[in-house]
Nanobody, 121 residues
Framework: QVQVVESGGGLVQAGGSLRLSCAAS????????MSWYRQVPGKQREFVAV???????AYADSVKGRFTISRDSAKNAVYLQMNSLKPEDTAVYYC???????????????WGQGTQVTVSS
């Protein structure tokens, strides 16, 4: 059984910063990528950032230069440092670990429960 748990959301004023954390636990053989997504009511979940098992990163254009994704492989953890926050960054943020829980199975996606980020103007 694998669990993915996020933390670090909250309320912040525009221009402020927040740091999200996400850690996986349980039966983990290997992690391929760790990602962050976000979703607002009535809209599809959208990609925010991803980091690979060798540290390569990619970002959505809307957050490039403001958000930084990082990882701690020893803890199976991923972080999202969010600076210069804007009201349009308000959303529920989800982390996703793409990983193997068995040597016999292909990688699968494991999602966290989500954490609310609210940016006031």
């Amino acid at each position: 059984q694998v669990q993915v748990v996020e933390s670090g959301g909250g309320l912040v004023q525009a221009g402020g910063s927040l740091r999200l954390s996400c850690a996986a636990s349980g039966r983990i053989v290997s992690i391929v990528t760790m990602s962050w997504y976000r979703q607002v009511p009535g809209k599809q979940r959208e990609f925010v950032a991803v980091i690979s098992n060798i540290g390569n990163t990619a970002y959505a254009d809307s957050v490039k230069g403001r958000f930084t994704i990082s990882r701690d492989s020893a803890k199976n953890a991923v972080y999202l440092q969010m600076n210069s926050l804007k009201p349009e960054d308000t959303a529920v943020y989800y982390c996703k670990h793409t990983m193997r829980s068995s040597m016999l199975s292909p990688p699968d996606d494991y999602w966290g429960q989500g954490t609310q980020v609210t940016v006031s103007s």
